[in-house]
């Protein structure tokens, strides 16, 4: 009977511990790495980096200036079509004076051409002085829509200075370099002094706040799994598993063969699909930091 007694605790105990190696062979639902929605900073101008505040591991915000491309060029072509702009002014204010001379005149001819059809009407005048009156007249009208004309092109000329203008002080805003939106740098691929040019990638960066989980799935596992479901991560903390919140975010519309990160060569041969878990990141994830999931 104390045999007994002695016996059954040790099965107990024996079986729970091949409960819990059960339990730990059957895993999680998936297996895969983390990693980050990505975007390259590039150059919108010609020049030398004046200044350049980026680091690897740099957390910037949206619309943070990061740097500046050389903008003397660029000052001195806007000092020009300032000085142009100033000349063709002046051009203008000219003709708009020599119109208002020949409206002037215009008032007094169309007085002297009145008075001369008065004496013409009463026989006082001849034909010959209604003729010149009236054709002075009429020069004097060509003369001043011919002024117009001037005038209007001069107007134009100073739109296309303006539109000139427009244009480099947009090239002088587009030589800062502005960070679009918040996100952490990864790698840096450009120096304080080097010369840039329109499209040249100066640094990458990363949407650290939230990152993804990829993870692979084959297709008997597919109907548990469905795009905005809940899904449960688990990452290594170095003593055991923490467990974090997720939500299925993507999965692949085609099967693709399982790639080597997947560990045993029998899963290796396998079909399976591609799922994206979007995590919040609290500081713990990093991009290429493997982990697990299980869905709900």
């Not at 100033?86 to 020949?102: C, E, F, M, N, Q």
Request: aromatic share 6%; charged share 25%; hydrophobic share 45%.
């Amino acid at each position: 009977m104390k045999k007994t007694n002695k016996i059954l605790p040790a099965l107990l105990l024996l079986a729970g511990l091949m409960a819990g190696c059960s339990s730990q062979q059957q895993g999680s639902d998936a297996y895969g790495n983390f990693e980050a929605t990505t975007l390259l900073v590039s150059a919108e101008s010609n020049g030398r980096l004046l200044w350049f505040r980026v680091e690897e591991g740099n957390k910037f915000a949206a619309n943070d200036t990061v740097g500046l491309v050389d903008t003397v060029a660029l000052h001195l072509k806007k000092g020009t079509l300032h000085a142009q702009m100033a000349a063709v002014r002046s051009k203008a204010a000219g003709l708009t004076a020599r119109k208002k001379v020949l409206l002037r005149q215009l008032e007094n001819l169309r007085t002297e051409q009145a008075r001369v059809h008065g004496l013409f009407a009463g026989h006082a005048a001849t034909q010959k002085q209604v003729d010149d009156i009236d054709g002075q007249v009429e020069v004097m009208q060509l003369q001043i829509r011919e002024l117009e004309v001037q005038r209007l092109g001069v107007l134009d000329e100073l739109g296309v200075l303006q539109a000139q203008i427009a244009q480099v002080n947009e090239q002088i805003e587009n030589s800062f370099v502005v960070v679009p939106e918040e996100g952490t740098v990864l790698e840096k691929y450009a120096e304080t002094g080097e010369l840039v040019m329109p499209g040249k990638a100066l640094f990458k960066m990363g949407r650290m706040r939230q990152m993804y989980l990829r993870v692979y799935v084959d297709e008997t596992q597919l109907p548990q799994i469905m795009e905005g479901g809940a899904a449960q991560v688990l990452i290594d903390n170095g003593q055991g598993m923490d467990t974090l919140p997720g939500r299925v975010s993507w999965i692949a519309g085609e099967a693709e063969f399982t790639p080597k990160i997947i560990q045993t060569r029998r899963e290796r041969v396998n079909l399976v699909y591609a799922v994206k878990i979007l995590v919040d990141n609290d500081g713990r994830l990093k991009i290429g930091m493997p982990g697990e999931a299980n869905f709900q």
